[in-house]
C-alpha cells in the first residue's frame, strides 16, 4: 500500500494547511505559499510546535516535532511505498497522501520534501520540489544495491530503516 489511509491522510492535510497558513500568518493561495510556510516551519529548530495549540492532534504535533526536512533522493515505488534517502545517508521507506508519488516523478531524482512519523508510518508531506538534478548510472546501480540490504529491515508497514 501507497497511500495512507485516507482518514487520516484527510485529517494530516487539514491540520497541516491550517498550520502552515498560521507561519504564514495569511491565507496560502499556491503550492509556492505553502513551499515558503513549510521552509519557515521547519527552520524553526526545535520550536516546531510553537504555533500548536488544542486544535492539533497529538500524533500530529508528534509529527511535526519530527519531521525531516531537506533534500532527499527519490529512490522509486516498491511494494510497501515509496524509497527516499536523506543527504545522512538513511533510506526511509513512506506512504504518500492522496497522489502516489510515481504520478509525480520519475525514479531517482533529487527532491525537496519534509518526512513525518505519522500513525505507525513515515509519510511524505505531499510538497514535493525536484530539483532537476539527475542521478548518474554508477551511482543510482550503488543505491539499488544499498536498497537490497535495507528493504528487509522496512517492516510491512513503510518505516525507517534501522541503522
Sequence with gaps: MSLLDPFYAKSFL???KRLLSEVAGKQ?????DY???REVLYADGFNKTHHMGPK?????????????YGMFIYGKK?????????????WYCVQALTTPLEEML??????DTAILPYHDNYICDGLIIDKHVSIGKNMIH???QD??????????KCMKSDR
Excluded: C, H
Design 14 to 16: 487539514e491540520q497541516y
Design 56 to 68: 492539533y492532534d497529538t500524533s500530529f504535533i508528534e509529527a511535526i516535532g519530527n519531521a525531516e
Design 142 to 144: 550503488d543505491m539499488i
Design 35 to 37: 513551499v515558503e510556510a
Design 106 to 111: 520519475p525514479d531517482w531524482i533529487v527532491v
Design 28 to 32: 496560502l493561495d499556491d503550492t509556492a
Design 147 to 156: 536498497l537490497k540490504i535495507e528493504r528487509p529491515k522496512w517492516s510491512s
Design 78 to 90: 516498491y511494494k510497501q511505498g515509496y524509497a527516499l534517502k536523506s543527504k545522512d545517508n538513511i
